[in-house]
């Protein structure tokens, strides 16, 4: 997993003026978010920054395991959830770099919402991207250490949901 197996693209609205002092950090599942911020953030030493999980966030609150907020609220829920606890807690940590996913897949669903991106403002949107193999291998290994799952997709889903998310990343990131 090195360095040259990976790339990011960097995107920031240029329409907006007074952004939170916040980088929204994406990609899908297993793309290398964490590896790739786990290196960021240790050059950053020097420079108080939050590292916010949204996953992580959201688990903490309800107390349950990330990979049960699924189970046990619906996408209405969640959406909700983000706009009306998620955003202020992370707004009221900036600066900060929040990982999340902007174009997340709940059970077979890839969806969006970006007025939850609008609440937050950020000035930055930094989009992983893996190649879909890669993704896939990665995606396998986290399963089988039982921390986390992924269910199994094949590449070319992979290669969907990826470009959707610099697609829409990229939109969001104008306006």
């Given amino acids: 997993?090195?360095?040259g197996e990976r790339r990011t693209e960097t995107l920031r609205s240029p329409e907006k003026e007074n952004h939170n002092r916040l980088l929204l950090y994406t990609g899908v599942s297993c793309s290398g978010k964490d590896y790739l911020l786990d290196r960021a953030m240790a050059n950053l030493s020097d420079i108080e920054l939050q590292r916010l999980s949204m996953g992580t966030f959201i688990?903490?609150?309800?107390?349950?395991?990330?990979d049960g907020v699924r189970d046990q609220m619906n996408l209405q829920e969640i959406e909700q959830f983000k706009m009306?606890?998620?955003?202020?807690?992370?707004?009221a940590q900036q600066p900060a770099v929040l990982v999340t996913h902007?174009?997340?897949?709940?059970?077979?669903?890839?969806t969006m919402n970006p007025d939850?991106?609008?609440a937050l403002n950020p000035s930055h949107f930094v989009a992983v991207v893996s190649d879909?193999?890669?993704i896939q291998a990665w995606r396998i290994a986290?399963?089988?250490?039982?921390?986390?799952?992924s269910p199994p997709e094949d590449l070319d889903t992979i290669a969907l949901h990826q470009e959707m998310v610099t697609t829409n990343t990229y939109i969001i990131a104008k306006h």
């Fill in 132 to 134: 879909p193999e890669l």
């Fill in 59 to 66: 688990s903490e609150q309800l107390k349950i395991h990330r």
């Fill in 84 to 91: 009306d606890v998620v955003a202020p807690e992370v707004i």
């Fill in 142 to 149: 986290r399963n089988e250490t039982g921390y986390r799952f």
């Fill in 102 to 110: 902007i174009v997340p897949k709940y059970n077979h669903v890839i």
């Fill in 1 to 3: 997993m090195s360095l």
């Fill in 116 to 118: 939850y991106e609008k």
